[in-house]
């Protein structure tokens, strides 16, 4: 996984900046009901999306939380005296104490199915009754376009899938949540380049494909003989799934 702390200085410009964060936050908040009081926003990062939030909806209390410091604190300067630094496994929050919870790009990060359980149970538990649950599902699919650059890169090895909508929706019934509707949004900005991708890969985006490995020198080949260096192909689409608590 890379390094939040280290990652947080550039992560914006490198992931679409700010209309990414639009389009993600209109997403999200279309699935977030009217008359929503209080928000939760797990694993918020720099805040971009999470401030959105808080802007969209006069009177609705938004918070963030990351494990990162680095990433906590920019999100502070955005949302001042409403982040928390905690871990999304153990919510430092009483049982109903949010009418909406929201994950973007949460789960596909976690090691073990049995995190991705477990931060989807806390999100329920700190849901009152009737609440939604808004997450990201299937993010690494999200990133295939049919593009050049993915038929490089599709005899990659590959890391197990975490966020997969079958296994959300299998965690979500288990903690007493029903499905309230889908979305999908586009990743703005985020259109790979043959070139960007070959950065990418030198500084250890892809999990499976360590920077030094000589399978990774191999693709980087493949990447740098592609045509057009730096023109991005297509966005992705991210797709968004919706819970309710009974």
Not at 53 to 68: E, H, I, K, Q, S
Not at 116 to 143: F, I, M, N, Q
Not at 221 to 236: G, N, T, W
Request: hydrophobic share 40%; charged share 30%.
């Amino acid at each position: 996984m890379l390094d939040y702390d280290k990652e947080a200085g550039d992560y914006d410009a490198l992931r679409g900046g700010e209309p990414r964060a639009e389009a993600a936050a209109r997403a999200v908040l279309g699935l977030v009901p009217e008359g929503t009081r209080n928000l939760l926003d797990i694993a918020c990062g720099t805040g971009i999306v999470t401030r959105r939030f808080a802007a969209a909806r006069d009177g609705m209390r938004v918070t963030g939380l990351d494990l990162t410091q680095a990433m906590a604190s920019r999100a502070a300067a955005r949302l001042p005296g409403s982040v928390v630094i905690a871990d999304g496994r153990r919510l430092p929050f009483r049982e109903g104490e949010f009418d909406a919870v929201t994950s973007v790009w949460l789960l596909h990060l976690l090691d073990r199915p049995e995190d991705v359980r477990t931060v989807v149970g806390e999100c329920a538990r700190v849901l009152r009754p009737g609440g939604v649950y808004v997450t990201t599902v299937d993010k690494a699919a999200s990133h295939n376009v049919g593009s050049d650059i993915d038929a490089v890169l599709a005899p990659r090895p590959r890391t197990p899938v975490m966020d997969t909508v079958a296994a959300v929706e299998k965690y979500a019934y288990a903690h007493g949540l029903r499905p309230a509707g889908q979305a999908r949004f586009p990743g703005r900005g985020q259109g790979r380049s043959p070139r960007r991708t070959l950065t990418d890969l030198r500084r250890g985006w892809f999990v499976a494909l360590p920077p030094g490995d000589p399978l990774a020198d191999d693709f980087a080949v493949r990447l740098a003989a592609l045509p057009d260096q730096d023109r991005p192909r297509p966005d992705p689409e991210f797709t968004l799934r919706a819970f309710r608590k009974a």
